[in-house]
Structures are given as structure tokens and as C-alpha cells.
């Protein structure tokens, strides 16, 4: 009988590895059983994306990722999966609680780079089934993504004593 355990490094025990196989397996369902209908439904893939397209989802990818992990107006999505901390600066950190499922998909949803994948899944799926409506989607986000940059250069410019 094989030992799963013996096959983990240190440190993983108090990991929901189990959940976050579960999680990469939707992921994987989803995005096989998108291009499935796709296909299906005549929807053929493009055999080319334009380079300004995949830029625009790129940067609306960006901004979505960061709205659904980090933005105050989408705490309530991750209330159920997270704890709000202050650290010694002030500031709000949120953190992933509880255990298996929970600790998981709290995981998932204070990762900017992890829920980048899904948000990118959700995107390109939109941009093969409606471009023009995901264009303008992801031309809005992109925007904001841009907007936020700008901002961040701003604040680091105030605080170093620029005027």
C-alpha cells in the first residue's frame, strides 16, 4: 500500500492539500468543459489573438484578480473564508482561516496570483464567446489597472517628500 505522507515534504500537515487538489480539479473541469461547449456549439477557437487583445485581457486579468482578493468592496466574498488582522502599521491584512474547504478557498481568494488563473479563465472564455463585449469588459479594467499604477507612484512620490 502506498503512504501518501511519506511522499510529502516537511511543513505540509497543517496544509488542506486535499482541497486544494479539489480546487485545481474544478478549475480543470471548467476550463475543459468551457472549450468542450465551445466546440460543440461550432464556436471554433481563434487561430490568432491579437497582441493588443492579449494585453487588454492581461491587464483586466490584473485588475480582477486584485478586485476579488484585495478591494474593501469585495471583503463580503471573502468574509467566510478569512480573518481581518491589523498589523503593527495600521493596516488591514486579511488572512485565510478555519480548515480543509475553508482555509482553502481563503487561500485562494487573498492570492492575487492564484485567483489571476481564474479570472483569466473567466475572461478568455468571455473573449472567445463574446470579444467585443470582453474587450470592453477588460478595456474598463485595464483602465482601473492602469489608474491604480498611477496611484501607487503618486503615494510613493508623497511619502518620500515629493510635493
Not at 478591494?71 to 493596516?91: L, M, N
Amino acid at each position: 500500500m502506498l503512504n501518501f505522507d511519506a511522499l510529502l515534504g516537511q511543513g505540509h500537515e497543517e496544509e488542506p492539500l486535499a482541497h486544494y487538489v479539489q480546487l485545481m480539479g474544478t478549475y480543470l473541469l471548467l476550463s475543459a468543459g468551457a472549450f468542450t461547449l465551445l466546440q460543440r456549439a461550432g464556436r471554433p477557437l481563434p487561430s490568432r489573438i491579437p497582441l493588443r487583445d492579449a494585453a487588454l485581457v492581461g491587464l483586466a486579468t490584473n485588475r480582477l484578480s486584485r478586485l476579488i482578493t484585495r478591494d474593501k468592496v469585495t471583503r463580503a466574498v471573502r468574509a467566510p473564508f478569512t480573518d481581518v488582522e491589523q498589523d503593527p502599521s495600521g493596516a488591514t491584512r486579511e488572512e485565510p482561516r478555519g480548515e480543509g474547504a475553508t482555509r482553502a478557498i481563503g487561500e485562494l481568494l487573498t492570492c492575487p496570483r492564484c485567483a489571476a488563473m481564474w479570472a483569466s479563465l473567466a475572461l478568455t472564455i468571455g473573449y472567445f464567446v463574446s470579444p467585443r463585449v470582453t474587450r470592453g469588459a477588460s478595456f474598463l479594467l485595464g483602465a482601473a489597472a492602469i489608474s491604480d499604477l498611477i496611484n501607487t507612484c503618486y503615494a510613493r512620490v508623497m511619502s518620500a517628500g515629493g510635493k
